[in-house]
């Protein structure tokens, strides 16, 4: 039988956690001939609320389980990882600024990355779910010189699949028939969910919709997602959210379907415009290594203005990353 495969997750006494750890380890992310060992990663106080956890992952006999390791040190969750699922962060507070929110998450990405960089596997891949994302994973990759940057990425699969569902039932098609979904950008709200190059019966979505639906209705319902689902649940995405994350390692280390893409946040290589290093949304197909940008898309000038428009912000967020020194 295969060795195990590591799994350290973040985070792992909070709500995404407690939705990920068990499909983990059920063999949907992975596949069903790979053990799995999860490294579970907590502050201190949440130690506890781990270790319960971990009672009840035991208690599910999961035949892929191979073992369970409970922290509060990063050296010791990220020793010998193959995949770090990056979910723990520091939320927004009332009245609280975006710098000290920058800070804040550089005090958790600068240590988790320089962790990875010393101790993790030399195979690891990094998806960072704890927002601000894309620039938590710009935080933690800079603070890892010797891992590839490309190993570290920035979930925008949740915004993918939210997308994909919304077409689906605007044109009353599975959402298995809705592919080359791309979101662009920041996982923001000014995240540019992209209907000219999706498609539905090998059409692209736009021509089979009207534009105001999909600039007025269809991309404001994606983008503000999350507030509605807080509206209505009185607690955020979690189980949406864990469900993303696996898809995002599923697709990276399994790969992805012929002639379609998803999305993924890579640290940019310039394409469309795009700074260099910046992790930012992208159309993305995998073969089981590296993402690969999906080429040669063409970019009409709505499309350019909402892409630009997210690919600032992240510009912004890391110039105040860089003057707070965090990067
Ligand atoms: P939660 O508050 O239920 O759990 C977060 C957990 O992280 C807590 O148990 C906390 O103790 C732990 N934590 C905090 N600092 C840590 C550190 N330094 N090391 C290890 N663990 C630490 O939050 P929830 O709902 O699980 O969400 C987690 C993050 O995911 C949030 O930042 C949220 O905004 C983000 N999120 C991202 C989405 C995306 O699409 N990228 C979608 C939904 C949520």
């Not at 201190?44 to 389980?65: H, I, Q, R, S, W």
Request: contains cysteine; aromatic residues 4%.
């Amino acid at each position: 039988s295969k060795a195990p495969v590591t799994v350290t997750v973040t985070g792992a006494a909070g709500q995404i956690g407690y939705a990920l750890l068990f499909r983990i380890a059920s063999g949907v992310m992975l596949g069903p001939d790979t053990p799995v060992v999860l490294n579970l990663l907590e502050i201190t106080p949440a130690l506890k609320a781990a270790e319960g956890t971990a009672m009840e992952l035991d208690d599910c006999a999961f035949p892929l389980l191979a073992g369970i390791n409970i922290t509060d040190d990063p050296r010791k969750a990220f020793d010998g990882a193959n995949i770090g699922l990056l979910v723990g962060a520091r939320p927004r507070g009332p009245g609280m600024e975006r710098a000290d929110l920058l800070e804040a998450n550089g005090g958790i990405f600068k240590p988790q990355g320089a962790a990875i960089n010393d101790v993790a596997a030399d195979d690891i891949r990094v998806l960072v779910v704890g927002n601000p994302a894309n620039t938590n994973a710009l935080i933690a990759q800079s603070h890892a010189p010797d891992v590839p940057a490309e190993r570290f990425t920035a979930m925008m699969r949740l915004d993918h699949n939210r997308a994909k569902t919304q077409v689906a039932q605007k044109l009353g098609v599975p959402v298995s028939e809705v592919t080359k979904m791309t979101i662009w950008g920041n996982h923001s709200a000014s995240q540019y969910p992209d209907l000219f190059h999706a498609e539905v019966g090998g059409k692209p979505v736009a021509e089979q919709v009207d534009q105001a639906w999909l600039a007025d209705t269809f991309i404001p319902t994606v983008a503000k997602r999350g507030a509605a689902i807080i509206d209505a649940r009185g607690a955020s995405s979690a189980a949406s959210a864990a469900n993303a994350a696996i898809d995002h390692i599923n697709s990276w280390v399994l790969g992805t379907p012929a002639g379609d893409w998803v999305s993924s946040a890579v640290v940019s290589d310039g394409s469309y415009g795009i700074p260099e290093g910046l992790i930012a949304g992208v159309p993305a197909t995998s073969t089981g290594g590296a993402w690969q940008v999906v080429q040669g898309l063409e970019i009409d000038d709505f499309s350019r203005a909402k892409i630009d428009a997210s690919v600032k912000e992240l510009a912004d967020e890391r110039d105040a990353v860089r003057s707070l020194g965090l990067i």
